[in-house]
């Protein structure tokens, strides 16, 4: 129930609408790998939602912004915090920083001119990116791969899909004409890994190091050294009937213990 709570999955905390970039950050971003599971999350979290509530806040009001991030998989985080989750996720899923080819400066240079566009409405100008090829995420056009590589390195962002709020077939921008006031480089990868998994903690904890370790998509021992470096904002406790040692944020403590009481 503690969780629960912290989540906005309990009754008593359900969170009003005016407050959705606040829930956003309470639980480290929504997934948005399927296109219709972040409007599904908040539905059950924000009692008067709106799915324009969403919409606008990721287009119109730019306050949220898709990245890849956990696990190498689509979220939404909140804007102001994007930079600490691009450092702190940047590797994950065993990604390495993109070395520019020619066709990705050619997509950068016609999206600089023409503003966002679809993969499909890309390949009109450069038919090269129609061509089918074999990648290890299956098949898939040379447009939709480079535009996979462009956006897991958030040189690219997917932006304003064409459909509704269950459409994938989204138009990219460049992430520095999208949020030109946002620094992508104004943390460390070491300092925003940190303030990640307190994030984390905050919104999931009490967890263990394995636990972190997997949402984020990032080795266990990078994870036991962060925590290493948060002990004064941290504590190890064990929980009856589970197993291994768990960590909880110090603030955190005297709210487990009502709701343990």
Aim: net charge positive; proline share 4%.
């Amino acid at each position: 129930r503690f969780v629960l709570h912290k989540q906005h999955l309990a009754n008593e905390s359900a969170a009003a609408s005016r407050r959705l970039v606040a829930v956003v950050k309470d639980i480290c971003g929504l997934h948005a790998q399927i296109a219709s599971t972040p409007y599904l999350s908040l539905f059950n979290r924000i009692k008067d939602f709106q799915k324009d509530d969403l919409t606008r806040s990721l287009y119109e009001k730019r306050i949220l912004v898709k990245i890849w991030g956990m696990r190498a998989t689509v979220h939404i985080v909140a804007t102001e915090q994007v930079t600490e989750y691009f450092q702190a996720t940047k590797l994950a899923g065993g990604r390495h920083p993109l070395k520019l080819e020619p066709i990705h400066n050619k997509i950068l240079k016609l999206l600089a001119a023409k503003g966002p566009l679809t993969a499909q409405e890309l390949a009109g100008h450069i038919p090269h990116l129609a061509k089918r090829v074999k990648t290890p995420y299956g098949d898939m056009s040379t447009g939709a791969l480079k535009l996979r590589e462009l956006t897991q390195s958030t040189i690219l962002v997917p932006v304003q899909p064409k459909g509704d709020w269950k459409s994938s077939l989204h138009t990219y921008a460049s992430f520095k004409t999208w949020l030109p006031h946002v620094d992508l480089q104004a943390l460390s990868e070491t300092d925003a890994r940190n303030k990640v998994i307190s994030h984390y903690l905050a919104g999931f904890g009490p967890a263990t190091a394995e636990d972190i370790a997997w949402w984020m998509g990032i080795s266990k021992g990078a994870v036991t050294q962060a925590l290493e470096e948060m002990r004064r904002h941290a504590e190890q406790i064990e929980i009856a009937g589970l197993d291994g040692k768990f960590v909880i944020l110090k603030p955190d403590l005297d709210a487990l213990r009502r709701f343990s009481s």
